[in-house]
């Protein structure tokens, strides 16, 4: 201070009030400790007390800084203000050597007479700061706020008259410092997504701000400065994949960071539904966009999925007590571990000790508030895939209460396609473990069967699905039967391996439900009328009476089938009148593992000892490639060849030896005699022919 006072010059920081930094000032006779109370650096000429028509008196130009008085940023232009900062930084950083900069932070470590240093260090924590800079400033700086983080007061306190404060040195001098920690908050999320900064310095920039979350808070888990970090993550247009595996790598295994995760996750979530709302009624007034136009919501839902789905899910069953914690790990423990060993574990004492299963409950009611408002925003294709692909196994077992997802999965399950069958199996585990009604879920199941979802990726867990759902034996026999028609007349049209998983499911369903075994027993695939010529011929030309016509014009001619393949309703699609025949048809089948597993249709599974259930699941990933390696790898004891012993020389040998079986003779005559034999036949029969034709019994 003597130095400052004997020199009559000093510096001044960047304030709110004022835009120039280190600028040097003409001295006064200002007594500095009244300053010290006003401005947040030593100034020895400038008082913002002062009237402005003072200051407006005062000349800036750009060609002689050093001649510069601080005025305030309202009187300078924003173009001069900016070039002048810009070219004093550049300059000050070109003439700075890292030795300089480590002089500076051993400096501000050692005595708080050197807390001027600690504007320099910030201004080198840039993007456009060589990475050995930052990485120097860096560590002078964390070194000396992280001991000082539990005593600085919250960012929005301010100096109030009332609890006199105002005047308070001290309070002033902390309230300055958590103003410089904001700045290099800020600073540090800037480097860390400016796309100029390498991997290794956005590391040690991420690690360094956890430390600061860590204890950012009063010695406590700093949330809303995690929740910043968050959002600006989530919010830039860089790429940010390293970002994200470094936070699912090294710090989602801590449990209090995973639940500030589910909070920020949760609030940007209804954020974006809250935008996405008001662009929808943006575009219908004003036909604009709105304030994220389609692709950057795309983007920021793929990186809020990303952080959501890689979070470890926390096993409720198992009871873990040593749970790790980022800030503050251990305390919790070892509080609990004295009280058990003293003996004096109060109820008072067991609410402030967080148990396993006080962080279940906790940690289970985060996870679905932000697993639904994440399911609420206009998800991408592609993200509805994966989430309804891994929704069965690491989302419903964790949530409080799984029903709540039931309108998400109803209207997935209702769109129809690929989106449907990857809905089955969340929708199928509510249905059975969690009581959700679903009235429809059949007629929906029904209409799902179709020849394309015999080539869909999913098909192997869908066709597992079906047969679960089809194992009831309180299914009416209707819907057992519509569905074995179904799967029958789809084997005709899809590949081979198609065909081997409709043999297995109408297997099951035969052997579970023996009322639809009259589709196998029934002859002829149909209904045909019986063998009385005067009954058809009534039926055909309408000759009966009242009594007799509305059951005649039910009868069928042979051959056709009365099923209704486009029936979207299992109830009227006719199948318990139908047949099976198109499993009879796979009798022959080019395909010889196809003709083959057919033939376990035959035996009688009615007889419940006697068969067993095949497994849906060893046929329903099939393919080609799967049918042809079986072939290949099979053993064949004999093959039949067709060979020559000798190649011959002509196609009509004299000897007839090398054409067994076959005779290129022909006797004209013979010919003749048989033709006249068989035109002889004919006469007769016609003339001895009645006059009405009877009909032939085929």
């Not at 575009?283 to 389609?294: I, S």
């Not at 932000?370 to 419903?396: G, M, N």
């Amino acid at each position: 201070m003597t130095e400052i006072r004997k020199k009559k010059v000093a510096t001044i920081k960047k304030t709110p009030s004022s835009s120039c930094s280190n600028v040097p000032c003409a001295a006064s006779n200002v007594d500095v400790k009244q300053l010290e109370n006003v401005e947040d650096c030593f100034v020895s000429d400038f008082d913002p007390s002062e009237p402005v028509t003072q200051l407006s008196k005062i000349s800036v130009t750009s060609d002689d800084i050093a001649a510069v008085v601080p005025v305030p940023a309202e009187l300078l232009p924003e173009a001069a203000m900016a070039s002048i900062l810009s070219k004093k930084q550049k300059q000050k950083q070109k003439s700075t050597k890292l030795s300089d900069l480590k002089t500076l932070g051993n400096q501000l470590l050692s005595s708080r007479a050197h807390i001027n240093n600690l504007p320099k260090l910030l201004s080198f924590v840039s993007p456009a700061s060589p990475p050995q800079f930052v990485v120097e400033s860096l560590l002078s700086l964390q070194s000396f706020f992280t001991p000082l983080l539990p005593d600085l007061p919250p960012s929005s306190s301010k100096p109030s008259a009332a609890d006199g404060s105002h005047d308070d040195p001290d309070f002033i001098y902390r309230t300055w410092l958590r103003s410089k920690f904001d700045e290099l908050v800020e600073a540090l999320v800037e480097v860390l997504l400016s796309p100029q900064s390498d991997e290794t310095l956005k590391e040690v920039v991420l690690d360094t701000i956890m430390e600061f979350v860590k204890f950012g808070n009063g010695g406590k888990f700093h949330s809303a400065m995690y929740h910043r970090l968050l959002r600006s993550i989530v919010y830039t247009t860089e790429p940010v994949n390293l970002l994200l595996d470094l936070l699912s790598s090294k710090y989602f295994k801590y449990i209090d960071v995973r639940y500030f995760t589910y909070i920020s996750l949760e609030k940007l979530a209804k954020t974006l539904d809250a935008n996405g709302i008001s662009e929808d009624k943006n575009v219908k007034k004003d036909g604009n966009d709105g304030e994220h136009p389609r692709e950057s919501m795309d983007q920021l839902i793929h990186k809020i999925h990303y952080l959501i789905s890689h979070i470890p899910s926390l096993e409720s069953s198992v009871e873990k007590t040593d749970h790790e914690m980022w800030s503050g790990s251990g305390e919790y423990e070892e509080l609990a571990g004295k009280m058990k060993a003293d003996g004096k574990q109060t109820e008072k004492h067991k609410d402030k000790v967080l148990s396993a299963d006080n962080i279940a409950k906790k940690m289970k009611l985060k996870f679905t508030k932000a697993w639904l408002s994440f399911l609420r925003l206009p998800l991408p294709i592609d993200v509805y895939k994966e989430v309804l692909a891994t929704l069965h196994q690491a989302v419903i077992p964790f949530l409080a209460n799984p029903v709540l997802l039931c309108d998400f999965l109803t209207r997935s399950y209702d769109i129809g396609g690929v989106i449907s069958v990857m809905a089955l199996s969340s929708l199928f585990i509510l249905m059975t473990k969690h009581g959700l009604e679903y009235p429809n879920f059949y007629e929906k199941l029904y209409a799902l069967l179709a020849p394309s979802i015999f080539m869909a990726k999913h098909r192997s867990k869908f066709f597992q699905l079906v047969d679960a759902c089809l194992k009831s034996p309180l299914l009416p026999a209707y819907l057992a039967a519509a569905f074995a028609k179904k799967l029958s007349r789809l084997s005709i049209s899809v590949p081979p391996s198609g065909a081997l998983v409709i043999i297995a499911l109408v297997h099951n369903l035969l052997r579970r439900h023996p009322s639809i075994n009259c589709l196998v027993n029934r002859g002829g695939g149909v209904e045909t009328v019986k063998d009385d010529p005067e009954a058809e011929q009534r039926a055909a030309d309408g000759a009966d009476g009242t009594g007799t016509g509305s059951a005649d014009k039910s009868i069928k001619k042979s051959g056709i089938d009365p099923f209704d393949n486009e029936q979207s309703d299992p109830m009227k699609s006719n199948a318990m009148r139908s047949s099976l025949w198109e499993i009879d048809t796979l009798r022959h089948h080019y395909c010889p593992a196809v003709s083959r597993f057919v033939l376990s249709l035959e035996n009688d599974l009615t007889v419940r000892a006697k068969t067993t259930e095949i497994s849906v699941g060893d046929f329903s990933s099939g393919s080609y490639a799967t049918i042809f390696g079986e072939q290949v790898r099979r053993r064949i004891k004999s093959a039949p060849l067709a060979y020559y012993k000798a190649a011959p020389t002509s196609l009509f040998s004299d000897s007839e030896s090398q054409f067994l079986g076959w005779t290129f003779t022909c006797e004209d005559s013979k010919r003749k005699n048989d033709s006249a034999d068989e035109n002889g036949k004919i006469d007769k029969e016609c003339d001895h022919s009645p006059a009405k034709r009877q009909r032939v019994k085929c």
